[in-house]
Every structure is written in structure tokens, then in C-alpha cells.
């Protein structure tokens, strides 16, 4: 039987959610990692998940661009399925980009030409235009002056923003970060949460896995709190700091403020 | 024994002065019959290694891809030829082809009406050193590949690259990097290896001397000049190489020395 074209998507409307997750579940063998997680993200908004390791978080944002394939559910971004075999994956990464806990910047390319390469060779896009776009991301990422350093010659703080600029090439209109200042010593998470806060006060749509409670309270609209697979508790983040009502959350919460 | 040559030929002045003074017989240097004939073998090792080389070093990026495919036939298939080629002997492989395969072939009629193998033995030589050589480099290339993360490709499949994207610009580019060392020796051994040729005829550089030296009689002179010869011909090979090697060398990644 040959594979029927995917049914057109219905136009994303800005007043819809960007992203649908509904009832999502995966399974890594007979272990379930998700158990069907449930969450709407609007345009424009920061949402953070917490909680803590191996409760899920990392692989749900993972499954919002296709890197992890779900096993049953659904995600849509801008109404479009994720979880459809026919789904054209470049259109998906397009519109959302991503940031990883090791940075995960290409070793044998200059700070400028990471930010470069996709835009190049992924969209065919004209080298001079996306090379002054990229110029700009350097400099937004405050690290002018570093466009010909290469990854291995850059602080950890240094390749995180350049990675954030890489991804923000793409034009992306959501972002996700995968507990992007996990492997930073203290003094330099800040300047990549700085990066963060910006962007999210630019109204783009950022989803973050993340540790940091302080700037999930500042930073976020609103916040997931998952644990073993589902989503405990969901609430705008000063209810859920000051008021949690779960044990589980109170628990979590309870032993790292 | 005569060796009169004209005053301008200066290499050749010095051939007859060393005969004269030394007894050494270097007829490569005074006589222009060999000189033509070790001339032309030299070129025609160069030859042989730089189409291989060329080759193998295709089979080898192409082989190594193909291993990482997602059909299992393709894998088997690679696999399969790579056992094939490193479980034989290259002598053995090079008789094989122009020996067993080249009879099955059909042959061709040439200008003058003869009937000619459908490959020279030339080609054959070449088919037969890509293959072999180039069995090596996938494994070489396999090992390279390999060392690039998983993550690192995560993240290129998050910029939107397609597999083959991801092999071409991010992976192939650091594999390549990480596998020059091991690179460098396999090329070395495959230059060496030209010098089986010899056993179908093809005139290279250990060809061309076994007949300078049986029509001369000035064997132990040959020997050395061969040796030395090949000793010129891998050094130049290997100075070469650890030129790319130094070129493609990042800072902060791996063993770069910076630029």
C-alpha cells in the first residue's frame, strides 16, 4: 500500500497553543519513561520543567523536535504532528530549535562558522546574509571578538552562548533547552541564563529543563514539576514556589531550597 | 668497458666517473637505456599509488558510510568484502583478478586486429590495489567515526542535517582528524605494496630494475638503489601526509598544536 500524503495540517492561528503535548508516553524496552504527560505552551511563553533526575523531563523536550520518537500520544507544534511517520523533519527543526547540556558545538569549526553552517547548508540560505546575521548573534551573545576562536579554544560559558547562537540562526520560533547550565560552574551560569532571560523577555517561546529554581521563579510563565514519568504539579511559578500542593513537590522542593 | 658520454650530460659525466674510480656500476646514470627505463618505473609506482591511493580512500569514506546503513544486507555486504580482502594475501588478490577474473572477461579486438584483454594489467594492478587497500581504510575510517559523540550528531539532526548531511560536514571532517595516524600508515603500506605488480608485468619501479640489473649484471648495486629509492619515494609520502596532518589540526581538539 503506497503511503498516503499527510493530511494538510490546519493553519496555526497565534491564539492556539504553539505546542500540544497530549497524553504522551515513551518507552526505552519495558521501561516507561513517560506515562502520559499532558502540557499547552502559548507563544511567547517561558516554561520550565523541574524535578528531579530520570523523572522524564529531559526525554519530553526531547520528543518536541523528533529526536526521540514517542511511543504513544501525540505532540503537535503549530498544529503540525510530531509522532507522524510521514512528518518532514527539517520543517519541524526549523521552527524548533535546541540546546544541549554539553554545549555539542562542531570542534573543527570556528565560534562563527558553527553559527553559520546550518543556515548554509541545511537551507541553501546566501553565505554574505547569513554570515552578517551570524556577526549579529555573536555580538547579541555578547561574544564579540571571539567569532574565529574555535570551541576548544572557549570556556564552557563561552560555547553555551555560541550553541544558543547557533540554534537562533535557524530562526527557530520556539526553543528548547536541555538543562543547558547543568555542566557550568557557578560564575558562568549566569551569563547564559542572562542570554536565556533576554530572549524569553523578546517573547521568544522557550521551554527549559532546568536546576536553576531561582530563574525558573524570575524568568518563567509557568512551571512543570514531573516525577517518575507524569507531570505532579503545574502552576505560575509564585503559586508553585510559595504554595506547592503536592507532597512530592513539597518534598523536592523542601530538600533543594 | 666504454663509457664515453657527451660533456652536457652531467649525470651521466658522474655515472661514468664512479665506474671508472669505484667499480660501482650504476648504469641507470650512464646509460640512457636504463636511465629511461628506471626513469619510467619510478613514474610508473607513482602512478600506481596515487590512482589507488586515490581510489581507496573512496572506497574507504563510501564503505564506511554504507557500514553504518540501516539495511542489514548493505552492512553484510561491506563486511563481507572487508573480510574478503584483509584474510588474503594482496598477491593473491592481484593474481586473482588478472589470472581468474580477466580470462572469464570477453576480449576486445585492437587496432591491429589482435585480440587484447578487456583491462590491462595496469588496470587490473590498480582495480586490485584500490580494493585491497581500500578494505583497510574503511575499517580506518570506521574507527574515526566512531569517535565522533552521538551528541555531536544530536545535534547536528537538531539543526536539521539529514544523515548524510551530518556524515559530509560534521562527521566525515572530524573522523578524518581522529583516523590520520592510522591513515598515514595503511598509504605508506599500499605504496609498498605497488611493488607486487610486478608479478603481472607491470612495469614499476622493482620491474624496471630486475631488468636494468639482468641486462647490467650489477645486481647488489640495484638492491641498493632500489631500497633507497623506496626509503625516497614513503619518505616523501610521509612528509606529505604529516603536512595535511598538521593543516588540519584544531586547536583544543584533540592533538591540534594550534595554527
Known amino acids: 500500500?503506497?503511503?498516503?500524503?499527510?493530511?494538510?495540517?490546519?493553519?496555526?492561528?497565534?491564539?492556539?497553543?504553539?505546542?500540544?503535548?497530549?497524553?504522551?508516553?515513551?518507552?526505552?524496552?519495558?521501561?516507561?519513561?513517560?506515562?502520559?504527560?499532558?502540557?499547552?505552551?502559548?507563544?511567547?511563553?517561558?516554561?520550565c520543567i523541574i524535578g528531579p533526575s530520570g523523572s522524564g523531563k529531559s526525554t519530553l523536550i526531547r520528543c518536541m523536535?523528533?529526536?526521540?520518537?514517542?511511543?504513544?500520544?501525540?505532540?503537535?507544534?503549530?498544529?503540525?504532528?510530531?509522532?507522524?511517520?510521514?512528518?518532514?523533519?527539517?520543517?519541524?527543526?526549523?521552527?524548533?530549535?535546541?540546546?544541549?547540556?554539553?554545549?555539542?558545538?562542531f570542534p573543527h569549526k570556528t565560534a562563527l562558522q558553527n553559527v553559520m553552517m546550518a543556515p548554509i547548508n541545511v537551507l541553501k540560505q546566501d553565505k554574505k546574509e547569513v554570515e552578517e546575521r551570524a556577526r549579529k548573534l555573536i555580538a547579541k551573545v555578547r561574544l564579540t571578538g571571539k567569532e574565529n576562536s574555535y570551541p576548544g579554544e572557549l570556556s564552557g560559558g563561552q560555547q553555551q552562548r555560541v550553541a544558543i547562537a547557533r540554534s537562533l540562526a535557524m530562526r527557530p520560533d520556539i526553543m528548547l533547552f536541555d538543562e543547558?547550565?547543568?555542566?557550568?560552574?557557578?560564575?558562568?551560569?549566569?551569563?547564559?541564563?542572562?542570554?536565556?532571560?533576554?530572549?524569553?523577555e523578546e517573547g521568544m517561546t522557550c521551554i527549559l529543563v532546568t536546576h536553576e529554581m531561582k530563574f525558573a521563579r524570575d524568568v518563567a510563565d509557568h512551571i512543570y514539576f514531573t516525577d517518575k514519568g507524569v507531570i505532579v504539579e503545574h502552576a505560575p511559578p509564585e503559586e508553585f514556589f510559595d504554595n506547592p500542593k503536592d507532597e512530592r513537590t513539597k518534598t523536592f522542593l523542601g530538600q533543594i531550597l | 668497458m666504454a663509457c664515453d658520454v657527451a660533456p652536457p650530460d652531467v649525470i651521466a659525466a658522474a655515472g661514468c666517473?664512479?665506474?671508472d674510480h669505484t667499480g660501482v656500476n650504476l648504469t641507470i646514470l650512464h646509460d640512457e637505456f636504463d636511465r629511461r627505463r628506471f626513469v619510467s618505473g619510478i613514474g610508473m609506482t607513482i602512478w600506481l599509488s596515487v590512482v589507488s591511493l586515490f581510489f581507496s580512500l573512496i572506497i574507504g569514506?563510501?564503505?564506511?558510510?554504507?557500514?553504518?546503513?540501516?539495511?542489514?544486507?548493505?552492512?553484510r555486504l561491506i563486511n563481507g568484502f572487508i573480510v574478503v580482502f584483509r584474510n588474503t594475501p594482496p598477491l593473491v588478490q592481484i593474481f586473482f583478478f588478472y589470472f581468474g577474473i580477466s580470462t572469464l572477461l570477453p576480449s576486445v579486438e585492437d587496432d591491429v586486429g589482435m585480440r587484447q584483454p578487456l583491462f590491462s594489467n595496469i588496470q587490473w594492478a590498480i582495480f586490485s590495489l584500490s580494493l585491497f587497500a581500500g578494505a583497510f581504510n574503511i575499517e580506518i575510517f570506521r574507527s574515526g567515526i566512531e569517535a565522533v559523540p552521538n551528541s555531536t550528531k544530536e545535534a547536528a539532526a537538531a539543526l536539521g542535517y539529514t544523515r548524510l548531511g551530518t556524515y559530509l560536514h560534521i562527521v566525515l571532517p572530524l573522523a578524518i582528524r581522529v583516523c590520520l595516524p592510522a591513515l598515514n600508515n595503511n598509504l605508506v603500506n599500499l605504496l609498498k605494496t605497488t611493488s607486487l605488480a610486478?608479478?603481472?608485468?607491470?612495469?614499476?619501479?622493482?620491474?624496471?630494475?630486475?631488468?636494468?640489473?639482468?641486462?647490467?649484471?650489477?645486481?647488489?648495486?640495484?638492491?641498493?638503489?632500489?631500497?633507497?629509492?623506496?626509503?625516497?619515494?614513503?619518505?616523501?609520502?610521509?612528509?606529505?601526509?604529516?603536512?595535511?596532518?598538521?593543516?588540519?589540526?584544531?586547536?583544543?581538539?584533540?592533538?591540534?598544536?594550534?595554527?
Not at chain 1, 498544529?79 to 535546541?98: I, T, Y
Open chain 1, 65 to 105: 523536535n523528533a529526536l526521540v520518537d514517542i511511543t504513544k500520544g501525540s505532540i503537535t507544534v503549530e498544529n503540525q504532528e510530531v509522532n507522524d511517520p510521514n512528518l518532514d523533519k527539517l520543517k519541524l527543526r526549523r521552527k524548533v530549535g535546541m540546546v544541549f547540556q554539553q554545549y555539542n558545538l
Open chain 2, 61 to 75: 569514506v563510501v564503505g564506511a558510510w554504507a557500514q553504518g546503513s540501516d539495511y542489514k544486507w548493505i552492512r
Open chain 1, 1 to 47: 500500500m503506497a503511503a498516503a500524503p499527510a493530511p494538510a495540517a490546519p493553519a496555526w492561528t497565534p491564539d492556539e497553543p504553539i505546542i500540544r503535548v497530549t497524553d504522551v508516553h515513551k518507552s526505552f524496552g519495558s521501561f516507561e519513561v513517560l506515562k502520559g504527560m499532558s502540557m499547552d505552551v502559548r507563544k511567547g511563553e517561558a516554561i
Open chain 2, 17 to 19: 666517473w664512479i665506474l
Open chain 2, 198 to 259: 610486478y608479478a603481472i608485468a607491470v612495469p614499476e619501479l622493482l620491474y624496471a630494475s630486475k631488468n636494468i640489473w639482468t641486462d647490467a649484471q650489477n645486481v647488489p648495486t640495484m638492491m641498493v638503489v632500489l631500497l633507497l629509492t623506496y626509503v625516497a619515494l614513503v619518505g616523501v609520502l610521509v612528509w606529505a601526509m604529516n603536512a595535511w596532518e598538521r593543516s588540519m589540526a584544531i586547536p583544543g581538539f584533540g592533538q591540534g598544536r594550534g595554527r
Open chain 1, 180 to 200: 543547558v547550565t547543568a555542566a557550568l560552574d557557578p560564575e558562568t551560569v549566569k551569563e547564559v541564563l542572562v542570554t536565556i532571560r533576554e530572549l524569553a
